[in-house]
């Protein structure tokens, strides 16, 4: 019997061995999957940085930085053609500003609704239209725009032309909305039960839980989901460039039309000379676009890490 109870436990030595290897193996090639994913996504990024910047900066051969940065009239195909960028980044500017003045306050009350007070089968209906509101195609929206919203703007402030500033920001809020009210809603769902817990023990109503306790403890996640709605409404390209009305414009009203970095690089990348002044002119765009959403990530990630160092 002792030498059967010692071959036994041989034999199950040996498969542990066998197993504790083998979960070796496993994660030694996991952990090196992942960091070679997580440097090819470094690298991708820095080779989109080197591509852009090695064209778009000999659009300084031609144009002063000063004219360039602070020009205020794009006018790149007349007779004599100026490449000032101000106008089409105040342009971007003011569609994202209005974005985010539109989306932000209605985002963030939905996503205390849901999280807090609507009953488990509203939240599911409303998770699903906010995800479907996601999915929609940019274009979809710039039609829905051009047909509709256009003409309401017009009619509703007497103005001759719909095609504003305004139309756009409505259009990108709807494009914002969704990311703004999902990591809200993580961010409020994350909070421990214990906040609420305990504001309501202290006779706080539910109201001044949410606004005093629960609000506050999720500004770090509501912060970066801002941000990241931000991003997503300075990068859009289709619905601006069908409703704002492109006019290379500083907009000092969002009743006026303005014009896009976007919109400018994707309306006129397809015409430019390969390697003509315009062309670099248009990487140099994307450079200061890809500059100003860099900037923006790592905000929103910066304000993400603090919330997880602080537990929330």
């Known amino acids: 019997m002792n030498l059967q109870n010692q071959e036994s436990t041989k034999i199950v030595h040996r498969k542990s061995l066998k197993k504790g290897v083998k979960h070796r193996l496993g994660e030694f090639f996991i952990e090196n999957i992942i960091k070679v994913l997580g440097v090819t996504a470094v690298v991708v990024v820095a080779l989109i940085f080197i591509f852009l910047f090695q064209y778009g900066v000999k659009v300084f051969n031609d144009v002063s930085p000063a004219e360039f940065f602070f020009g205020r009239y794009w006018f790149p195909v007349s007779a004599n053609p100026q490449y000032g960028i101000l106008p089409i980044v105040a342009g971007s500017v003011m569609v994202t500003l209005g974005a985010i003045i539109i989306s932000v306050p209605i ?54 032309s719909g095609f504003t500033v305004l139309t756009g920001s409505i259009l990108v809020s709807l494009m914002a909305m969704p990311t703004i009210i999902s990591i809200s809603d993580d961010a409020i769902s ?5 906040y609420k817990e305990a504001s309501l023990a202290l006779g706080a109503t539910k109201w001044e ?9 999720a500004s770090s996640g509501i912060i970066a989901a801002v941000m990241l709605g931000i ?5 859009e390209t289709m619905t601006v460039m069908m409703v704002t009305g492109n006019a290379a414009q500083i907009p000092t009203s969002f009743l ?6 976007t919109a400018t690089i994707a309306a006129e990348m397809g015409d430019t000379v390969r390697n ?7 990487f140099a765009v994307g450079i200061v676009l890809l500059s100003m959403t860099t900037v923006i990530n790592l905000i929103a990630d910066r304000v993400l890490t603090k919330a997880k160092r602080e537990g929330m």
């Open 231 to 235: 991003g997503r409404a300075i990068g």
């Open 190 to 194: 994350a909070l421990p039960k214990e």
């Open 276 to 282: 003509g002044t315009h062309y670099h002119a248009l």
């Open 209 to 217: 839980t949410i606004k005093n306790v629960l609000v506050p403890a």
């Open 256 to 261: 006026m039309s303005g014009r896009t970095m």
């Open 107 to 160: 985002g963030i009350g939905c996503a205390i609704y849901i999280s807090e007070v609507a009953n488990p089968k509203v939240k599911i209906y409303l998770k699903i239209i906010i995800e479907f509101l996601s999915a929609i195609p940019s274009v979809v929206l710039g039609f829905l725009g051009i047909i509709v919203l256009s003409n309401w703007v017009r009619i509703a402030f007497s103005l001759s």
